[in-house]
């Protein structure tokens, strides 16, 4: 049994009550499987609705790294490539998954785990001809993954660039709720889905058992991809187990709620860190805390916590990366608060 309390990652607890609610509820309902269930389909017009889009194709899957492969394997050709930053998921945790099935993924140096028009623009001019892979779209994740927020303005440059060089812009949205929540937002989620040709909405990592509900705002690049899901065993014969989760979690508008509180509590935790005396390696802006500690404090809160240590910086200090989730306890964040002022 896990003895320590941990911020380690946003995924950490099981699922909500309301979804395990919902689940429990319906088990002994017999439906249509492979997402053909009622829960999946309204769920599907709940999140069209949400997003401002009655004409978009959503289709739900198990997890980010599947989203990712299913996505960029499927809009792209052979030839194509994919451009991200280089701390991007897709070229750090995702053990070569693009790359496996063919895509090179152009790497531009991250700023605060962002990338730009002049970085996606140098990588799309240095490719000239058809000796060279052929730039064909550009992945980044919102929130970053290193918690920052594309603010409304970096994400309609990059949006009004893509559209005038052709390019598909593909958004990785395994947090997008605490993106949108957050203090620093200032785009409300149909704004955002506008803005990008797909995206997807995560739900492990806001309250979910599982499950990712990717979203094509143009129908037409949708085409065929329930053929992709079936081959590449994404197609779930218990699709309802995705799409009651995703049910619960916006009829009555508990995804935005927990990634609230996820939020809040990060906020929370960073004040007590700051008060402290620590600063941070990157300026909180959603649910990802890096804070800089001394070897010495690290070690004496490991006894108590778990964490990462995301990056030594030298013989005495390292970063470390906090996450604060939708079940994150004020009583945790106040011990840990307590636990660093008397260290």
Same mark, same amino acid.
């Not at 959503?58 to 989203?67: L, N, P």
């Not at 609230?260 to 007590?272: I, Y």
């Given at each position: ?15 909500? $009550?309301?979804?395990? *609610?919902? @689940? ?12 053909? +269930? ?15 889009? $009655? +004409? ?12 990712? @492969? ?24 995702? !053990?070569?998954?693009?790359?496996? #099935? /063919? ?17 996606? *623009? ?39 660039? #893509?559209?005038?060089?052709? @390019? ?12 949108? !929540? ?12 506008? @803005? #990008? ?13 599982? /499950?990712?509900?990717?979203?094509? *705002? ?7 991809? $329930? ?24 009829? +009555? ?9 996820? *939020? ?59 996450? #604060? ?12 608060? +307590? ?5």
């Amino acid at each position: 049994m896990q003895s320590q309390i941990s911020f380690k990652n946003d995924y950490s607890e099981g699922a909500h $009550p309301e979804i395990l *609610n919902l @689940l429990t509820q319906t088990n002994l309902q017999q439906e249509p499987g492979y997402g053909e +269930d009622t829960w999946s389909l309204e769920a599907k017009d709940m999140i069209r609705a949400q997003i401002g889009n $009655p +004409d978009a194709e959503v289709y739900f899957v198990s997890g980010g790294t599947q989203a990712n @492969l299913l996505v960029i394997s499927h809009l792209l050709k052979p030839y194509e490539s994919v451009i991200a930053a280089d701390t991007g998921h897709i070229q750090v945790h995702e !053990t070569g998954a693009i790359e496996n #099935c /063919g895509h090179k993924i152009n790497l531009v140096p991250h700023a605060m785990g962002k990338i730009d028009v002049a970085g996606i *623009n140098k990588v799309l001019k240095a490719h000239t001809d058809h000796h060279m892979v052929k730039p064909a779209m550009v992945y980044l994740s919102q929130s970053t993954e290193l918690g920052s927020i594309y603010k409304r303005a970096e994400l309609e440059e990059i949006s009004n660039y #893509c559209r005038a060089n052709n @390019l598909k812009l593909f958004i990785d949205g395994a947090r997008l709720a605490v993106a949108l !929540t957050s203090s620093e937002a200032d785009l409300t989620l149909p704004e955002f889905a506008k @803005l #990008c040709d797909v995206f997807y909405i995560g739900a492990t990592k806001n309250g979910g058992l599982l /499950g990712e509900a990717i979203v094509f *705002n143009n129908a037409g690049e949708a085409a065929g991809f $329930p053929y992709y899901l079936k081959q590449k065993g994404a197609l779930m014969a218990k699709g309802r187990l995705l799409g009651i989760q995703f049910h619960a979690l916006f009829r +009555d508008g508990l995804y935005f709620e927990l990634a609230k509180h996820a *939020n809040a509590m990060a906020r929370k935790l960073a004040e007590g860190i700051a008060a402290a005396g620590y600063g941070f390696a990157l300026t909180p802006e959603s649910n990802q805390l890096f804070p800089i500690l001394s070897l010495q404090v690290i070690a004496a809160l490991s006894e108590q916590f778990t964490f990462y240590t995301w990056e030594k910086l030298d013989d005495e200090k390292a970063v470390v990366r906090l996450v #604060c989730s939708w079940a994150t306890k004020e009583a945790d964040v106040d011990s840990f608060i +307590d636990t660093l002022n008397h260290r």
